[in-house]
């Protein structure tokens, strides 16, 4: 079955960095596109990056241009989101998204906090 890990995230203080990973399993994982979203606290989820299959080319909300960067190593099955110059805005449950024919899939999330 489809199996989505978070991991890496935690508390910082604002400016730093933290770099979070996904590791995929039960798919192909090198045919399929892959997302990161964010929930902040009271707010709905939203999506934040985004890399494609083939390619990789990658896409990214406004919010976090420059400040982010998606990447994935086909070989091990992972995504990562490398996030630098971190805000408290950032603070959120991140998500790791696959969309495999038609069906959602999500990982359990990993929490970041950006605080002083």
């Known amino acids: 079955q489809v199996q989505l890990v978070e991991s890496g995230g935690g508390l910082v203080q604002p400016g730093g960095s933290l770099r979070l990973s996904c590791a995929a399993s039960?798919?192909?994982?090198?045919?399929?596109?892959m997302r990161w979203y964010r929930q902040p606290p009271g707010k709905e989820r939203e999506l934040v990056a985004a890399i494609s299959s083939v390619g990789g080319s990658t896409n990214y909300a406004d919010y976090v241009k420059g400040r982010f960067t998606i990447s994935r190593d086909d070989a091990k099955k992972t995504v990562y989101l490398q996030m630098n110059s971190l805000k408290p805005e950032d603070t959120a449950r991140y998500y790791c998204n696959a969309r495999i024919w038609g069906t959602q899939y999500w990982g359990q999330g990993t929490q970041v906090t950006v605080s002083s």
């Open positions: 039960g798919f192909t994982f090198s045919n399929y596109a």
